[in-house]
């Protein structure tokens, strides 16, 4: 009998989970069934909790092939992770803001100068379309805090931690090449290190090299354009190929 591996398993999961995310509206709820092979109940949680869906039931059926899993799923204000197995590059916000969750993909607020530096970098090819980066660039797309808020400064620093923990989880399992954390005060929130800088950094997540450039946000005052543009070139680099 074909096996499978967990990171083909938790792709798959991953990118059925964002687009029943992305069917559902706000309040909207479904029933979606899971036959995990080589997944634990830990790493599909988190793969739930990363598609921005919260898990109002759960029940268990065995079957001739191990188990069947029937998830009962409500869908809240929430961005999903748009994430698989062959990213070079992971993007990691520091939380979904309420413009972003309404518009459905990240750094959608129009003073957000993400996409823009993103696509004269070469990083990707197209605004507002993470489905697309991911699929022909290979550029995935995750947050910190999945807790969605008017601004990052509302977050508390336990959620940081606790959102470092599932990034480092979904990190391990999906083996992107690098993780590029946006928002260097954030970074030193969840990683506890009062002293980080931008750039690379010493500490790994999961497992692979992490890098920290600037907040895009039009609300951060200490970058321009051209240091964006320069610190996804660098990011890049180093999602290529060995």
């Excluded at 998830?71 to 309420?98: K, T």
């Excluded at 660039?137 to 990052?152: C, S």
């Excluded at 990683?191 to 450039?213: F, I, W």
Aim: with cysteine; aromatic share 4%.
């Amino acid at each position: 009998m074909a096996t499978t591996s967990p990171r083909s398993e938790a792709s798959e999961l991953a990118l059925t989970l964002h687009d029943l995310h992305t069917a559902l509206q706000v309040g909207g709820d479904a029933t979606i069934r899971v036959t995990p092979q080589a997944l634990d109940d830990r790493q599909i949680d988190l793969l739930f909790h990363g598609a921005g869906l919260t898990i109002e039931g759960r029940s268990e059926t065995a079957t001739p092939a191990g188990r069947e899993l029937e998830y009962r799923v409500s869908r809240p204000q929430s961005l999903a992770d748009c994430v698989d197995g062959e990213m070079s590059v992971l993007i990691v916000g520091l939380n979904p803001s309420l413009v972003a969750c309404d518009a459905g993909f990240g750094f959608a607020g129009p003073s957000n100068r993400f996409w823009k530096a993103a696509i004269a970098a070469g990083l990707v090819s197209r605004r507002g379309e993470p489905r697309h980066a991911l699929q022909h660039h290979h550029v995935g797309f995750t947050d910190l805090v999945k807790r969605p808020t008017a601004r990052a400064s509302e977050l508390r620093r336990a959620e940081y931690h606790s959102g470092m923990t599932r990034l480092e989880g979904l990190v391990d399992l999906l083996a992107p090449r690098v993780v590029c954390v946006l928002g260097v005060t954030g970074w030193r929130a969840a990683s506890d290190n009062r002293s980080a800088t931008l750039g690379l950094q010493e500490t790994l997540v999961g497992g692979r090299p992490a890098y920290v450039m600037p907040n895009p946000s039009g609300l951060n005052a200490h970058t321009n354009h051209d240091d964006l543009v320069s610190h996804m070139l660098a990011v890049i680099e180093l999602g290529r190929p060995n």
